[in-house]
């Protein structure tokens, strides 16, 4: 069957927030026990498995499963898959309509950029899938374009649409809707101080910015839905889901909202949907990823730091000074790539927050971090009232409230990764692969990275673990004037911190 994607392809990609590890850790912290082991996942609309593949390829013991309509989609991802040697990740060529009813169940379901994309018989099906095959404590992330912030880059979408009527062939259509828009933003002379018109321009640069095969399938597709979340998880709650959580834990859990804003939240009482609905009008949101589970599971939102100890933590932050001062009652600031930045004074977690900030992108066991952290303070001299349980009491706490603020990262299954580059670097063998032909990149930690210069991808090509640095030198530096035992150094630090190097 070809589909418009087989025509026009779309572009791959791994998306973070979709991986089993992030969904498990929030579970986990909502009171449930998901699989964390050899568990199974299912993507719907899998495309060519740039975000599958990825997972099983650091997740040997798991089962992934893809599946897509594109039949020249799937045909690419299996070359990959069989190209890595993988054998735990099978993609099919399927309508969703057709999924197997004796499929098993799974730990773990994907629907990222399909539910708006699709008639309301699918997003049903989408739905009925999930219900019908996600074990007693799984999780499914479904994601969709949401209302209110939609309304604007809608009103377009149908503004193009309507103008390009009649118009069959994709590259004609593709022009013709950006001639529209290049007209929109026309000066015609004099100034415009309405702000709806601010607003609308300011979608129209937005939407000019998007590459051909994304603007095809998004913003000239025939479906394309805006929802509301409340009726969103009005449908969730009719197919016998229920909400657990946004994907990005923080965006449920921030209290920044004050004065009548404050006020109406508050009002909500326990009525969790009517608050996120209203979170989603004052943030004016416009895409939505949330998790759902079974309407069975037994979800408990009072947060309990204690759950954290089962976790995995990272942290992308730098310490204010470069010697931790571990003394009581002396402040210190961590700070997070982009500004934001937190203090404490309390010794054990400053030393916890030292050694995260020394090991990203490791993600450090919890129980071990805090471990290793008061081991430090007792060879400084620290007695029992800084290291002893009620010490990590205040820590265990402070790792919530700082997740819930979206400074620290957790995790159920973590990546081997390593920060710090041994004798002979080995790279993800995945990306070394991208990297044949492209200029991006998937991480262990499942982060897609964009190389502008050429040094670092040939950098990842050569780390198959087999050369030193000596080695590695010999093959770079022809190609390479500015590169020296110094520069390789740096080049191998800075892919450490992105997450391309295997521990061990």
Same mark, same amino acid.
């Given at each position: 069957?070809?589909?418009?994607?087989?025509?026009?392809?779309?572009?791959?990609?791994?998306?973070?927030?979709?991986?089993?590890?992030?969904?498990?850790?929030?579970?986990?912290?909502?009171?449930?026990?998901?699989?964390?082991?050899?568990?199974?996942?299912?993507?719907?609309?899998?495309?060519?498995?740039?975000?599958?593949?990825?997972?099983?390829?650091?997740?040997?013991?798991?089962?992934?499963?893809?599946?897509?309509?594109?039949?020249?989609?799937?045909?690419?991802?299996?070359?990959?898959?069989?190209?890595?040697?993988?054998?735990?990740?099978?993609?099919?060529?399927?309508?969703?309509?057709?999924?197997?009813?004796?499929?098993?169940?799974?730990?773990?379901?994907?629907?990222?950029?399909?539910?708006?994309?699709?008639?309301?018989?699918?997003?049903?099906?989408?739905?009925?899938?999930?219900?019908?095959?996600?074990?007693?404590?799984?999780?499914?992330?479904?994601?969709?374009?949401?209302?209110?912030?939609?309304?604007?880059?809608?009103?377009?979408?149908?503004?193009?649409?309507?103008?390009?009527?009649?118009?069959?062939?994709?590259?004609?259509?593709?022009?013709?809707?950006?001639?529209?828009?290049?007209?929109?933003?026309?000066?015609?002379?004099?100034?415009?101080?309405?702000?709806?018109?601010?607003?609308?321009?300011?979608?129209?640069?937005?939407?000019?910015?998007?590459?051909?095969?994304?603007?095809?399938?998004?913003?000239?597709?025939?479906?394309?839905?805006?929802?509301?979340?409340?009726?969103?998880?009005?449908?969730?709650?009719?197919?016998?889901?229920?909400?657990?959580?946004?994907?990005?834990?923080?965006?449920?859990?921030?209290?920044?909202?004050?004065?009548?804003?404050?006020?109406?939240?508050?009002?909500?009482?326990?009525?969790?949907?009517?608050?996120?609905?209203?979170?989603?009008?004052?943030?004016?949101?416009?895409?939505?990823?949330?998790? !759902?589970? /079974? *309407?069975? =599971?037994?979800?408990?939102?009072?947060? +309990?730091?204690? @759950?954290? #100890?089962? $976790?995995?933590?990272?942290?992308?932050?730098?310490?204010?000074?470069?010697?931790?001062?571990?003394?009581?009652?002396?402040?210190?600031?961590?700070?997070?790539?982009?500004?934001?930045?937190?203090?404490?004074?309390?010794?054990?977690?400053?030393?916890?927050?030292?050694?995260?900030?020394?090991?990203?992108?490791?993600?450090?066991?919890?129980?071990?971090?805090?471990?290793?952290?008061?081991?430090? !303070?007792? /060879? *400084?001299? =620290?007695?029992?009232?800084?290291?002893? +349980?009620?010490? @990590?009491? #205040?820590? $265990?706490?402070?790792?919530?409230?700082?997740?819930?603020?979206?400074?620290?990262?957790?995790?159920?299954?973590?990546?081997?990764?390593?920060?710090?580059?041994?004798?002979?670097?080995?790279?993800?063998?995945?990306?070394?692969?991208?990297?044949?032909?492209?200029?991006?990149?998937?991480?262990?930690?499942?982060?897609?990275?964009?190389?502008?210069?050429?040094?670092?991808?040939?950098?990842?090509? !050569?780390?198959?673990?087999?050369?030193?640095?000596?080695?590695?030198?010999?093959?770079?530096?022809?190609?390479?004037?500015?590169?020296?035992?110094?520069?390789?150094?740096?080049?191998?630090?800075?892919?450490?911190?992105?997450?391309?190097?295997?521990?061990?």
């Amino acid at each position: 069957m070809d589909t418009s994607y087989d025509r026009v392809p779309y572009p791959g990609g791994a998306h973070r927030q979709t991986h089993p590890s992030n969904s498990a850790a929030i579970a986990t912290v909502l009171g449930l026990s998901p699989k964390r082991e050899r568990f199974r996942v299912l993507e719907l609309g899998c495309g060519h498995g740039d975000n599958l593949t990825p997972m099983a390829y650091t997740l040997p013991g798991c089962e992934f499963v893809g599946i897509d309509l594109a039949p020249t989609a799937i045909e690419r991802g299996r070359a990959d898959v069989a190209r890595l040697g993988l054998a735990n990740v099978r993609l099919e060529a399927m309508d969703l309509m057709a999924f197997p009813q004796d499929a098993g169940e799974f730990d773990y379901i994907i629907a990222h950029g399909l539910y708006s994309w699709v008639p309301d018989f699918v997003r049903a099906k989408i739905l009925a899938i999930c219900r019908d095959h996600l074990a007693p404590h799984g999780v499914a992330f479904i994601s969709f374009n949401a209302r209110p912030g939609g309304h604007l880059r809608d009103m377009l979408r149908e503004m193009m649409r309507r103008h390009t009527r009649g118009i069959d062939a994709s590259k004609a259509k593709i022009a013709a809707a950006r001639g529209l828009l290049d007209a929109l933003t026309l000066s015609e002379g004099k100034a415009e101080d309405d702000a709806f018109a601010d607003m609308m321009r300011r979608e129209v640069e937005r939407t000019k910015r998007t590459g051909d095969s994304v603007f095809f399938h998004d913003d000239l597709a025939e479906v394309n839905g805006y929802f509301y979340f409340e009726d969103f998880a009005a449908d969730a709650a009719q197919a016998g889901l229920a909400f657990l959580s946004e994907a990005e834990f923080f965006q449920g859990t921030e209290d920044y909202f004050s004065g009548p804003r404050a006020e109406l939240l508050a009002g909500c009482g326990d009525d969790l949907i009517r608050r996120e609905q209203l979170r989603d009008f004052f943030k004016c949101r416009r895409f939505r990823q949330p998790l !759902l589970v /079974r *309407a069975d =599971a037994p979800i408990d939102r009072a947060l +309990d730091s204690r @759950r954290l #100890v089962s $976790l995995h933590a990272a942290a992308r932050v730098v310490p204010s000074e470069r010697k931790l001062n571990l003394a009581p009652g002396v402040e210190m600031r961590f700070s997070k790539q982009g500004g934001a930045n937190f203090a404490t004074n309390h010794p054990l977690t400053k030393a916890v927050f030292g050694s995260l900030a020394d090991r990203w992108p490791e993600a450090l066991p919890v129980d071990r971090l805090i471990d290793e952290a008061a081991a430090r !303070l007792t /060879r *400084a001299g =620290a007695g029992k009232e800084h290291t002893g +349980d009620t010490a @990590r009491g #205040v820590v $265990l706490d402070y790792l919530l409230d700082t997740y819930r603020a979206n400074f620290i990262e957790l995790h159920g299954a973590p990546a081997a990764v390593s920060r710090r580059p041994p004798e002979r670097p080995r790279a993800s063998d995945f990306a070394r692969a991208q990297l044949q032909s492209g200029t991006s990149a998937t991480t262990l930690c499942h982060e897609e990275i964009r190389f502008e210069t050429e040094a670092p991808r040939e950098a990842i090509r !050569l780390l198959d673990g087999s050369r030193d640095r000596a080695a590695l030198l010999a093959e770079l530096m022809p190609h390479h004037a500015e590169m020296n035992l110094e520069r390789l150094e740096e080049l191998l630090g800075e892919l450490g911190r992105m997450g391309f190097l295997h521990a061990g």
